[in-house]
């Protein structure tokens, strides 16, 4: 089997290795306040081809969750590609991206539970590379009216001190 080689695409990716907190705002929908949520998030490389994010944090409205994303990039398709799984939820959210002109924003497209409890919908989540040390990710949802809704923001700030891997550990998986 050949060894892939990299694409400018792929290192791309490897500006979000790293260890990161954030801070988020959400909206369960349009009627409803804003809740706010804090967490940690550990990414690192697989080959220099794929980035592999796993997060803990708390949960608007309350409890904590963990997450994991993979995101790569398909030369043949010239396409990000990827997955997004949550302890809150038995979807796998399926990625399909591009980048913008600018080289700062990553548009993942991708398809799953709609706000109503009926079907599924359309969503986005946006990375932005505000600095090499800040980024933001937005999710929204197409309405019914052809209109993106952002329902979420996070702002991810790189840590620039040391953790120990158990510290990215969920407590209650800690040994």
Known sequence: MMTA????????????????TFEAE???????PAETAKGRES???????????????DMPGGGTGENVMTLGFEPT????????VGSMMTW????DGRLDASGKVLTLDSEGPAFSGEGT???QD??????????????????????????MV?????????????????????R
Request: aromatic residues 12%.
């Open 5 to 20: 080689t990299p694409q400018k695409e792929h290192e791309w990716l490897q500006q979000l290795v790293g260890e990161w």
């Open 26 to 32: 959400a909206r369960a929908g349009p009627d409803k």
């Open 43 to 57: 990414v690192r490389s697989l080959g220099g081809l794929w980035i592999v994010a796993e997060g803990y944090g």
């Open 77 to 84: 398709r010239g396409r990000f590609v990827g997955a997004w």
């Open 92 to 95: 796998m959210w399926v990625y």
């Open 121 to 123: 919908a359309k969503y």
């Open 126 to 151: 946006v990375i932005e590379i505000v600095d090499p040390d800040t980024r933001l990710l937005r999710s929204r949802t197409l309405g019914e009216d052809g209109q993106w809704r952002e329902f």
């Open 154 to 174: 996070a702002r991810y700030s790189r840590r620039k001190d040391e953790l120990a891997p158990a510290d990215l550990v969920a407590p209650d998986r800690k």
